[in-house]
């Protein structure tokens, strides 16, 4: 491992963390892009904007949520003390919600009044339509056309919540493609508009800002360990579609030396096949704003990538994780569609808790590895989100003979 | 001197503006794409922009997505493109060719390899839609040394402070994309883009063209009038997907060609 002071300096003042990062857009989007890093500059050094965004999380979004030790998930793997950290119980049911508090925030600040954003699972879509609810303001979703069909509750959440659901039918219409919408929305409405990203990439500011709004995550989860075993986790465990829950709840800890961390990718089909596992299997490129490693082909053509999880669909990664993979300090790793499928089971039969099939990635890299860990060895899983939307997709995974049995 | 800075010398001493055409490299397959662009010059265009196929070209509205997706179905990639232009200089040594496309597959080529291998085929500037002045020191000094010029995006929302920067790396000429979109929309009024050429000519003396919206021989004879080149993209290429054929497309540029050279004509 590359040894450095600190891991929690980054971006530089142009937003590169090491290589990655930085800001790939349109001219027509610079000056918007450059008066967004102000205005979260301004923002973020300003106790009132500060004051109102903990007050939301509290009163609003329902935070601290438990870190909770899950004893039946710990027997089952055998080994090390396990811990579910609850994004799931936050309003709107996933750990989205952190981001679109800080960002409606930010865009009410700016004078911006219609708010777009881009959405895979939907969590997202529906925790930008929520806050836009909130704050009275004009929302239009972008989704994927496969995403939609596999999402299908989400969609209707967002329509009651007073958001249009534009579907996107180019390339495999999944999150990629909504992104691709969701910049051409903006280059065209660039005066009125702000673009809630939902993840931790895109051009800089995005990737910073996204990931100091979800570090509430890692926060509570150093002071809640503190509280209940007296000392810090020893790992982390956490799911990387563009890495936003799993960047909150590690940056607090990077530069904790005795924590192991681990970031687990989709494998989709297996690496050898369809996958999400951008850093296992892509290379460094450039899309949506920021240079960071990307499933592609020898011309630089994107490929497309596949998740049975629509929220880890996406052939890229923000662009904090290439650097954390390139200088070593988290591992990252991955799980096939089918043990991400076992993992879901194992937790909702186990714990009474559906976990979301993103979620259930992290899980299941937990129980490949907790077996082999002592029984005072912490262990963190970031239960990003609630299962509830997956039920069709599981369904489908699980197949009717079973269905059948269960009905 | 370059090409295009002889181009523009010569169009000047005719007292009329360039007309420039877009196609996409390989749409709808090499064969008929090669036809396209060998047939151009004498069609009329004055400079040629030869779009660099890209899965996921973010500024672009859905005439030259699908353009995109038809090249990228029929085999083509930044390698084809280039061996397309490397095919027209066998023919044609005068006519500027500017690539026009997304970074990553530059990227993916190597930038310094890439401007060696562009000026090679016979590439006269680049465009590359992703890559603002906050980025560009990765390419610009390799298409320096490979004498390819960097040719900028001015766009409506280029302010007086804005300008300097973007026209910092600029040289070749100024590209203005006069509506906030993307191509093939809305067009802007004659008004608007006569306000925003005389803001960008007190910035530099490079010539000006001006994109986005431009669809008809009327519409390009009035911004030959305001300006130093016309830009036709989505246009071109929609009437090359609704035929298939290169005919029609060498068709339109002939028709915008006639606009274009009685621009200034019909106004005196």
């Not at chain 1, 793997?77 to 996933?94: C, I, P, Q, S, Y």
């Not at chain 1, 239009?140 to 989400?154: A, H, K």
């Not at chain 2, 009024?189 to 003396?205: F, K, M, Q």
Request: one cysteine or more; glycine letters at 10%; hydrophobic letters at 45%.
């Amino acid at each position: 491992m590359q040894s450095l002071n600190t891991y929690r300096a980054g971006p530089d003042e142009r937003g590169h963390f090491g290589i990655f990062g930085g800001r790939f857009v349109a001219e027509t989007l610079m000056p918007l892009i450059l008066q967004v890093e102000q205005a979260y500059a301004d923002a973020k050094a300003d106790p009132a904007f500060q004051a109102e965004f903990r007050e939301l999380l509290a009163q609003y979004v329902g935070r601290p949520n438990p870190l909770y030790h899950a004893r039946r998930l710990t027997e089952a793997f055998g080994g090390a003390k396990v811990f579910l950290k609850r994004e799931d119980l936050n309003h709107t049911g996933a750990h989205k919600i952190n981001n679109c508090i800080g960002q409606i925030l930010l865009a009410r600040r700016m004078g911006k009044r219609r708010i777009i954003a881009e959405t895979g699972a939907g969590q997202h879509g529906v925790a930008t339509a929520t806050v836009c609810a909130l704050f009275g303001m004009q929302c239009v979703i972008y989704m994927g056309s496969t995403d939609i069909e596999r999402q299908m509750p989400n969609v209707y959440r967002m329509k009651l919540l007073g958001a249009e659901v534009k579907p996107v039918t180019s390339g495999a219409a999944t999150l990629k493609d909504a992104m691709n919408d969701a910049l051409r929305d903006w280059v065209s409405n660039v005066h009125d508009t702000y673009y809630l990203i939902g993840t931790v990439a895109g051009p800089h500011p995005y990737p910073a800002m996204v990931r100091d709004f979800q570090s509430v995550i890692g926060e509570e989860v150093r002071a809640q360990m503190m509280a209940a075993e007296g000392r810090l986790p020893d790992s982390l465990v956490a799911c990387i579609g563009g890495g936003s829950n799993a960047m909150g709840l590690f940056h607090p800890f990077l530069d904790e030396p005795s924590v192991r961390i681990i970031g687990v990718e989709a494998a989709g089909h297996g690496l050898d096949k369809l996958h999400a596992a951008s850093l296992t299997g892509g290379k460094p490129g450039v899309l949506h704003g920021n240079r960071t490693y990307l499933l592609q082909d020898a011309d630089g053509q994107i490929a497309e990538a596949h998740s049975i999880s629509a929220g880890l669909d996406y052939p890229g990664i923000g662009p904090e994780h290439s650097w954390l993979h390139e200088t070593g300090r988290v591992e990252y790793v991955s799980v096939t569609d089918d043990e991400a499928v076992a993992a879901f089971q194992q937790c909702t039969r186990l714990e009474g808790i559906i976990p979301a099939l993103e979620s259930s990635h992290a899980i299941a890299h937990a129980g490949k590895i907790a077996g082999a860990l002592p029984r005072d060895h912490l262990m963190v899983i970031n239960l990003s989100g609630r299962g509830d939307k997956d039920v069709n997709t599981i369904a489908k995974a699980l197949g009717d003979i079973h269905l059948g049995g269960l009905v | 001197m370059s090409r295009i800075k002889r181009r523009f010398e010569s169009l000047k001493a005719e007292n009329r503006a360039a007309l420039v055409t877009f196609i996409m490299a390989s749409d709808p397959d090499r064969a008929t794409a090669q036809a396209v662009l060998n047939g151009m010059p004498t069609a009329g265009a004055d400079i040629i922009e030869l779009g660099m196929p890209f899965t996921d070209p973010m500024a672009d509205g859905p005439a030259i997505q699908l353009a995109a997706g038809r090249a990228l179905a029929a085999g083509g990639s930044l390698k084809q493109t280039l061996e397309m232009v490397a095919e027209f200089r066998k023919t044609d040594r005068d006519t500027p060719i500017i690539l026009m496309g997304y970074y990553n597959p530059i990227h993916a080529w190597g930038p310094e390899k890439f401007a060696g291998d562009a000026a090679l085929a016979g590439i006269d500037g680049m465009i590359v839609v992703d890559l603002p002045p906050e980025e560009a020191g990765e390419l610009v000094p390799f298409l320096r040394s490979a004498a390819i010029d960097f040719i900028v995006l001015t766009t409506p929302t280029s302010d007086d402070a804005r300008l300097p920067v973007v026209l910092a790396n600029a040289s070749g000429f100024v590209y203005y994309v006069s509506i906030a979109g993307v191509t093939g929309t809305g067009s802007a009024t004659g008004a608007a883009v006569g306000e925003a050429v005389t803001r960008i000519r007190r910035h530099t003396d490079l010539p000006v063209c001006v994109g986005f919206g431009i669809r008809t021989p009327d519409q390009a004879a009035g911004i030959a009038r305001l300006a130093e080149g016309v830009v036709v993209g989505s246009a071109i290429v929609q009437v090359l997907a609704e035929t298939g054929t290169a005919e029609a497309p060498l068709a339109l540029v002939r028709d915008l060609a006639v606009g274009v050279r009685n621009a200034r004509g019909s106004q005196d």
